[in-house]
């Protein structure tokens, strides 16, 4: 029996997940356009590879990845590029981005797939991590960050490898379903990711509300004899955060502002393992994946979702009605954020569409509208898993004071939402600790930016001195070449110069100019045209008429 | 007697060397506090304080000529990190040096442009790139908004454009005012919530 340990705080929630695990996960109907952001990952957006009007077939590179830490795209279903342009995406903020937009034809071609992989121990773990780059997989959790080089160790020695499959948000079904339908192949996956970190040690860990996923693994596990240790997690949220779940199995915590691979461990959702042996074994790339539905919809479940597809669609297909629409989160209860639009697409990193209708008919706290003053209580500090004084953080948000609260560590804060859940005057703590994490990040940019003008106006500054003083030693040395020579010795430059011109200037008019291969006829011409000229001037030929003239000019 | 007037003129002579050692060794360059006021202005170079630059300004409010609320650029934020810092009161902003405006930067239309240099003249920040007779346009990552190009420009080709909203620079909105400190009679303004919380 594993050794379990416990992370101060947490709340016990309702779980809410029986409706939505009742009916067997089925493919969502393909919808007639596929909207696809280039960013649906941590890091910079991938770059398109394919033009509009474009045919693309099902699994087709149509965005390559950006050249630091980026994740490709792929088409989802088979069909033709409509449009690269700005759409609305699924960000709180409600704005657009660029996406790639596909009219699906409904034929689902693939492309070719050459790769078969008889045995990925065969492979380096460079190999291997470039298939599941190449894959497109970022990691399906939720905050979206590329698997490949979270599955690069970089010189770290790798002790423990975890595979979080606690899903700890109410509501939340998808890696329950995927573990209850594809145990093994999360299995295989996780063997994958293993060999791709050389990790000594493998955990799987389910928390104890999700017997059936728990029994699957274990048969599995017990089938094919894998070197993988199952253990079963209390349900206490936020028991599937990273940090948390290390916590729990290991008694380790990640030190501020650190990676768990900073103490040797590595933690990746189950949906990431599963894509790892989808890409390796079918090479097939990130194209689809579990999300929930649920809330007030009819049919509360959850399906195989291509990426592109708008949440509208989803919630019709479980019965929803969308005009009756209250909010749509994505996300859970607790950490989810609702949408601006159900016209919004599902990406990589979506794991629930929560549905709240205008009835009410879901109990899903909304305390914007019910906040009282704070009354000092301390519920907030007594269930925050990471230590941290939500209260104090709370006055100083309020306060804009930006400077104590970092002192607070409020960038250790997870969002988890427990004070916020406990807290009896409903205060939307979460809600200030964002506003204040976007206002320092905020901040810090313009600071960036102010640093970058003074630099520039500095630098101009400087350089206006150096023209100046560049331009009156010019000056100087033109004036002092003049009145060194000074007097007669004036004089006598100055005709050495006019002598100069003078002789230059002859040279170019004695010579008659376009002389050369000229016919017989023209060159009668132009003898005839000379003479002329010196019967009818014969005094001054011009050069002599120029000599005298500067000798006129006063001096 | 003696003894003692010579020690204490020894300390004296002594300490007299030590703190003149430490003056030169020690020595402040600079004003410390203009650095320090220099740092809270937003670096526009735009001069609507009515000092040629944001270190003049500051320069002129550490010897106490220039009064903190003249920085349309910063706003509310830099008055307030101005009187924090020289423990005064904030006050209002100075109407006669302009308004708080949203962020902008200047957008050269490129087919009017004459090439005539008077811009790149004028810029603070060297953001503008050109040359004579050749088409000017503005370096929009460098550019600050100051609007000192505006003015030059004989064909006035030159707009300043409120910079966009992009992800990398949305915040989160703060959490609307609690019930108990709204007036009593605006229930049907309830905000939105914007997260599921």
Not at chain 1, 171 to 192: N, Q, S
Not at chain 1, 346 to 360: F, I
Not at chain 1, 482 to 493: I, N, T, W, Y
Not at chain 2, 162 to 176: E, F, I, N, S, Y
Request: hydrophobic share 35%.
């Amino acid at each position: 029996m594993h050794r379990l340990f416990q992370f101060k705080g947490g709340v016990v929630l309702k779980e809410h997940k029986k409706d939505s695990t009742a009916l067997p996960v089925q493919p969502a109907k393909l919808p007639p356009t596929l909207t696809l952001p280039l960013k649906q990952h941590i890091g910079v957006a991938a770059e398109p590879v394919v033009a509009v009007g474009d045919e693309v077939l099902k699994g087709q590179l149509i965005a390559r990845a950006g050249d630091t830490l980026s994740a490709p795209l792929h088409a989802p279903s088979s069909g033709a590029v409509i449009a690269i342009a700005d759409q609305p995406i699924p960000h709180p903020s409600g704005l657009s981005a660029p996406c790639i937009v596909i009219e699906t034809d409904g034929e689902e071609r693939w492309r070719p797939r050459q790769r078969s992989v008889f045995n990925f121990a065969e492979l380096s773990a460079q190999e291997l991590r470039e298939i599941i780059r190449d894959a497109g997989i970022v990691g399906l959790g939720g905050a979206g960050f590329p698997a490949a080089v979270k599955l690069d160790p970089r010189g770290h020695e790798v002790e423990l490898l975890i595979l979080n499959g606690a899903e700890c948000e109410p509501y939340i079904t998808c890696d329950e379903m995927l573990l209850r339908e594809h145990a093994l192949e999360v299995l295989a996956g996780l063997l994958m990711m293993r060999h791709a970190l050389n990790a000594q040690r493998c955990i799987i860990a389910v928390e104890n509300n999700k017997p059936k996923a728990f029994r699957a693994l274990h048969e599995e596990i017990q089938n094919t004899g894998a070197n993988v240790e199952l253990v079963e997690v209390p349900t206490i949220y936020p028991t599937g955060s990273e940090k948390q779940l290390i916590q729990v199995l290991t008694g380790k915590e990640v030190p501020t502002g650190g990676l768990p691979i900073d103490i040797g461990m590595v933690c990746h959702n189950v949906g990431t393992a599963y894509a790892v042996y989808r890409a390796v074994e079918f090479d097939e790339p990130l194209i689809s994946r579990y999300v929930t539905v649920a809330g007030s919809v009819a049919h509360a479940r959850n399906l195989k979702v291509l990426f592109g597809t708008p949440l509208g669609n989803l919630i019709e297909e479980c019965g929803g009605n969308r005009r009756t629409l209250r909010r749509v989160i994505v996300g859970g209860p607790m950490m989810g954020t609702a949408m601006h639009s159900d016209t919004v697409p599902v990406v990589k990193t979506t794991n629930c569409v929560l549905v709240e209708s205008v009835m009410h008919d879901v109990p899903l706290p909304s305390r914007d509208e019910y906040a009282m003053p704070c009354i000092r209580c301390g519920n907030c500090a007594h269930a925050c898993p990471v230590n941290l004084l939500p209260q104090q953080l709370y006055w100083y948000a309020r306060a804009r004071d930006f400077d104590k609260i970092q002192d607070y560590n409020l960038f250790d804060c997870i969002e988890c939402g427990c004070c916020d859940y406990v807290c009896p005057s409903q205060i939307p703590l979460v809600g200030y600790y964002r506003y204040a994490k976007s206002e320092i990040w905020n901040q810090d940019a313009e600071k960036r930016q102010a640093d970058l003008a003074r630099e520039r106006h500095q630098f101009r500054e400087f350089r206006l001195e150096r023209e100046k003083k560049e331009r009156a030693e010019r000056h100087k040395k033109k004036r002092s070449a003049v009145s060194k020579a000074g007097g007669d010795d004036k004089k006598a430059a100055i005709e050495a110069a006019m002598a100069r011109v003078r002789a230059k200037k002859a040279e170019q008019d004695s010579a008659p100019k376009n002389t050369d291969n000229l016919t017989p006829a023209q060159q009668r011409q132009v003898d005839e045209a000379d003479r002329r000229r010196r019967e009818e001037n014969p005094a001054t030929s011009p050069r002599d008429n120029k000599a005298e003239n500067t000798q006129d000019r006063p001096q | 007697m003696l003894s003692a007037l010579l020690a204490l003129g020894a300390l004296g002579i002594l300490f007299g060397l030590l703190l003149g050692y430490a003056a030169i060794r020690y020595k402040v360059e600079g004003d410390p506090l203009v650095e320090e006021i220099d740092a809270v202005l937003p670096q526009t170079q735009c001069g609507q304080c009515g000092y040629p630059g944001c270190r003049p300004y500051a320069e002129a409010i550490a010897r106490g000529e220039a009064d903190i609320n003249r920085c349309p650029p910063g706003g509310e934020t830099v008055i307030i990190a101005l009187a924090d810092l020289l423990g005064r009161d904030p006050k209002p902003l100075d109407e006669e040096c302009g308004e708080e405006k949203p962020k902008m930067v200047a957008y050269i239309h490129e087919e009017q442009c004459i090439g005539c240099t008077l811009c790149i003249q004028a810029c603070p920040v060297d953001a503008i790139l050109g040359a004579p007779k050749q088409m000017h346009t503005i370096i929009e990552s460098e550019c600050t908004g100051c609007e000192l190009c505006v003015e030059p420009c004989p064909v006035d080709c030159i707009e300043m454009i409120p910079v966009k909203q992009g992800l990398d620079t949305w915040k989160w909105p703060a959490p609307p005012p609690p019930p108990y400190e709204r007036p009593a009679d605006d229930d049907d303004t309830a905000p939105q919530p914007a997260g599921a919380h």
